[in-house]
């Protein structure tokens, strides 16, 4: 279930029957090991991006009544070109505050607090930050901070931003399979440390040294980060998801941030905060 940041409920929707069948039955369950190899993706992918999948485009549109007078107009090439399609300049707009943390993507947000041991739940499901990144010196270092979890689905603006200027490290990609993250799926199998992830980290001017990592998603061929190692700057379009569903991680070190005390309620009552790129979630220590 949804929320906004003042904690007003938003319907959302039931969850596919489709997932509930194919992680939560029998018969689904041997189908799911095949739907999650990358080649079904891959092949998704190129239909995709054929000329003759622009026939989708309208009907999907419809169907998740998207605002289309947000966007840049243009004449897509594919139902692929028309899912990455770039928002006008203007439509969002950053915080003046430098030092005011805001939302890198829309989406649907859920922070968890990361012990000391480095462990946090998602949807009852037990994680380390090591099994996340492969990493034990950035498990310990992110120890006792705060992990944001931006969920996107596939009527979100699939396009991402970094938070801060600072020092990008080189993009390490974690090879993996593609579940879907709808929520339901989350609740049944460890999606985040199963998901194909490529993880980079931010030395970053206002919030210490953050890790970023974007998670890919059945039906998602794609996670394009634009950068590598290197200077970069505040609402910079970091990357971008190709079709389907997908998540940007944040995670925070310790006494770097406080969070908007109705996403960490919402949080912790098991609702995710619907939120807008640029939209404020906390702010510096």
Same mark, same amino acid.
């Given at each position: ?10 319907? #959302? ?10 992680? #939560? @039955? ?21 239909? $995709? ?14 169907? @998740? ?7 840049? *107009? ?36 859920? /922070? ?42 596939? #009527?979100?603006? *699939?396009? +991402? ?14 090879? %993996?399979?593609? *579940? ?34 974007? /998670? %890919?998603?059945?039906?998602? %061929? ?32 310790? #006494? ?9 309620? @919402?949080?912790? $009552?098991? +609702? ?5 790129? %640029?939209?404020?979630?906390? *702010?510096?220590?």
């Amino acid at each position: 279930m949804l929320k906004n940041i003042y904690g007003d409920t938003i319907d #959302d929707g039931k969850n596919s029957r489709l997932i509930e069948f194919l992680y #939560d @039955n029998e018969y689904g369950a041997k189908l799911l090991p095949v739907l999650i190899k990358p080649w079904i993706t891959r092949a998704s992918e190129s239909i $995709l991006d054929c000329r003759l999948s622009k026939l989708l485009i309208n009907p999907f549109i419809k169907l @998740n009544n998207i605002d289309m007078s947000q966007y840049e *107009h243009k004449d897509f090439t594919s139902y692929n070109d028309f899912f990455i399609r770039r928002l006008k300049p203007g439509v969002r707009s950053l915080p003046s505050d430098r030092t005011c943390l805001f939302a890198p993507c829309d989406s649907k947000l859920t /922070v968890h607090e990361i012990t000391q041991t480095g462990r946090f739940p998602i949807k009852g499901i037990n994680y380390t930050v090591e099994e996340l990144t492969q990493s034990k010196r950035l498990c310990e270092k992110m120890a006792g901070g705060y992990m944001m979890v931006f969920r996107l689905s596939v #009527d979100d603006y *699939h396009r +991402y931003v970094y938070i801060d200027d600072g020092i990008k490290t080189q993009n390490y990609r974690i090879k %993996g399979h593609y *579940h879907t993250v709808n929520p339901f799926a989350a609740s049944k199998k460890p999606i985040y440390k199963e998901n194909e992830r490529v993880i980079s980290l931010l030395k970053s001017k206002h919030f210490g040294t953050v890790a970023m990592i974007e /998670v %890919g998603a059945m039906m998602v %061929g794609k996670i394009v980060n634009y950068h590598g190692e290197g200077q970069v700057k505040r609402g910079d379009e970091k990357g971008r998801f190709e079709f389907g569903g997908s998540t940007c991680i944040l995670m925070f070190q310790p #006494d770097t941030i406080k969070v908007e005390n109705q996403i960490l309620l @919402n949080s912790k $009552l098991g +609702y995710e905060t619907k939120v807008k790129l %640029g939209q404020s979630i906390g *702010h510096a220590i």
